[in-house]
Nanobody, 118 residues
């Protein structure tokens, strides 16, 4: 069982920055794919970025060049640095832990609100 706890959300002005963190419990973190998703009101949840333990990160086109995902396997954390924020980035951001250990697993955090507004 893996528990994910997000932090770092809040209210920021357009053009500002926020850093989200996801702390994971459990021993499978280092072999898992860590992802950040977001869901805006009235919209479906969408992938923002993900990072595996071996490959370069992958980003949604809407955040390329502005967001950076990283992970620290020693600390069991995954982070999302968000720069040049826009009002359309407003959403609840969720951390996801995905992998396979005998069977496929997918765990979600509780979400953290990011609001970009003047």
């Amino acid at each position: 069982q893996v528990q994910l706890v997000e932090s770092g959300g809040g209210l920021v002005q357009p053009g500002g920055s926020l850093r989200l963190s996801c702390a994971a419990s459990g021993s499978i973190f280092s072999s898992s794919t860590m992802g950040w998703y977001r869901q805006a009101p009235g919209k479906q949840r969408e992938l923002v970025a993900y990072i595996t333990s071996r490959e370069a990160p992958t980003y949604a086109d809407s955040v390329k060049g502005r967001f950076t995902i990283s992970r620290d396997n020693a600390k069991n954390t995954a982070n999302l640095q968000m720069n040049s924020l826009k009002p359309e980035d407003t959403a609840v951001y969720y951390c996801n832990c995905l992998g396979f250990a005998g069977r496929k697993y997918s765990y979600w955090g509780q979400g953290t609100q990011v609001t970009v507004s003047a």
